[in-house]
């Protein structure tokens, strides 16, 4: 059902959007950082205002639960302000002695900055880039996924609102390869934070990087979660199922290759199929469901060809594997049952490829060696999850990951000021906190002689 209708913006309407940008520029990267501060609180406390309507918009753009996104999108968006609000206060800079001379670093806003963002966490994403870049003095040319728009519409009125300066933000929308590709290639856009899929990455490196631009990219995972026979058995379960499927598992975070030590394989098998078995697929605007809809008829194909995949690659699928069927109004919907698959061998395409739905694998493993081996045997590095209580274990393991974030015991726990980003094909450069306003600041040294 079509509710609504975006614009594709081309070439000009890029160019119209850095002009405007290039304009506010002087003014806006010399206004006092408390004012600055201000204006993005404002922004916060509009959110706030709006909270219902953003999360129902959220969750009818994208299929996602309405309950996750009031717990977990739209909260997180007006965090994303809050924290860089406040940042915005406090970020400084080194400076250095020696015998008769000092250094000092400046940290300049960069200018125009591109911000690009994918349809997975669509209002959380787009401004866990917009906030930093705003609050370290830039003009931000930002383009959300056209997958999913209308938060970000919103947020525009939003921002009016609260009084941010014309040309300060500009939010176009279109599609990638037309409106994306434009901001990429614009000469005057120094900076381009991204974050979306390895391939369009690769893409966008490949024209950005000839420009010198400065690129932030937080791309794919297909994240490990490595489970030890002496971990919280409970714990675990819970918190691996939701690892696993929360956001229908469309979350770069999501550990889609779980390994379990051998004498608990069985028991953890058992109990896990069985928890999978009790999620409610449902209406995302049903209070008690909680997988929703993915989030197209394109990605529906993708995931359900996958578990075909699987299947021929020699998987037995435990639980899940097939759409599910809704009545009534939501009876298009793109619902698949939350998918658990063994016997797979650790480098078929399966277990190699990032599926981004309710899918996991599991298998066995036998050794702590064997363990780091199978979880780092993959081109991506976003993120792990290790459940032990072995501790030196635990740290040795966090070492010797290969992956951005290493989660002990827990997952999805975000600290805003931690740095986030991945390593290997997940990505290049850090968001969160300090990296963030270094990001998106160019630092100069200065040496002055005493
Ligand atoms: P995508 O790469 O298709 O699109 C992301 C954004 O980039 C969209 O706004 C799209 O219009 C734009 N785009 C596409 N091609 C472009 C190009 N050539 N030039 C400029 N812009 C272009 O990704 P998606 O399908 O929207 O999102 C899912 C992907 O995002 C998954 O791979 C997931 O792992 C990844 N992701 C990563 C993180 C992270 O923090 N590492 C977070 C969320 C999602």
Request: overall charge negative; aromatic content about 8%.
């Amino acid at each position: 059902m079509v509710y609504g209708q975006i614009p594709d913006s081309d070439a000009q309407d890029v160019a119209l959007a850095v002009t405007a940008a290039q304009q506010a520029f002087p003014t806006w990267s010399k206004t006092d950082p408390a004012q600055r501060s201000r204006l993005l609180m404002a922004i916060a406390r509009g959110i706030e205002e709006r909270f219902e309507e953003l999360a129902q918009a959220e969750s009818r753009d994208s299929g996602k639960p309405l309950s996750l996104a009031r717990r977990m999108d739209i909260t997180r968006a007006r965090d994303n302000f809050e924290f860089f609000a406040a940042a915005a206060l406090q970020f400084a800079s080194e400076s250095h002695n020696q015998p008769g001379f000092i250094n000092y670093t400046l940290r300049q806003p960069i200018g125009v900055v591109g911000c690009i963002s994918p349809w997975n966490l669509p209002l959380y994403l787009f401004t866990w880039k917009i906030a930093p870049a705003l609050a370290a003095g830039n003009c931000v040319i930002a383009k959300p996924s056209e997958v999913t728009p209308v938060t970000a519409s919103i947020l525009a009125e939003i921002c009016i609102s609260a009084g941010l300066p014309d040309g300060v933000l500009n939010i176009l929308h279109g599609t990638g390869p037309n409106c994306g590709a434009e901001i990429v290639k614009h000469p005057i856009i120094k900076a381009v934070s991204f974050t979306g899929s390895t391939r369009a990455g690769r893409e966008i490196a490949s024209v950005a990087a000839p420009m010198f631009k400065k690129l932030s990219l937080e791309l794919g995972g297909k994240n490990p979660v490595v489970i030890f026979a002496d971990c919280d058995y409970e714990e675990m379960l819970n918190t691996t199922v939701r690892s696993s499927f929360t956001n229908q598992g469309q979350i770069c975070l999501c550990g889609s290759r779980i390994y379990v030590e051998r004498p608990l394989y069985n028991r953890f098998r058992e109990d896990f199929v069985a928890r999978v078995q009790q999620l409610k697929v449902g209406d995302p605007a049903a209070s008690d469901t909680q997988i929703g809809a993915v989030v197209s008829e394109a990605h529906y194909n993708k995931i359900l060809s996958y578990i075909a995949l699987a299947k021929e690659e020699g998987g037995t699928v435990l639980c899940g594997g097939h759409p599910v069927k809704m009545e009534g109004e939501r009876a298009n919907g793109w619902y698949i049952a939350p998918t658990v698959i063994d016997g797979l061998s650790p480098i078929c395409r399966t277990n190699q490829e990032e599926i981004f739905g309710p899918v996991v694998s599991i298998q066995p493993f036998d050794s702590e060696e064997e363990a780091v081996t199978l979880a780092n045997n993959t081109d991506y590095g976003l993120a792990a999850v290790i459940w032990t209580n072995h501790l030196t274990r635990a740290h040795r393991l966090g070492e010797q990951l290969q992956s951005g974030i290493v989660w002990i015991n827990c997952w999805l726990e975000r600290d805003l000021r931690t740095p986030f980003g991945g390593v290997k094909s997940s990505g290049v450069g850090r968001e969160g906190g300090w990296e963030a306003l270094r990001f998106f600041t160019e630092p100069k040294n200065i040496c002055v002689k005493l």
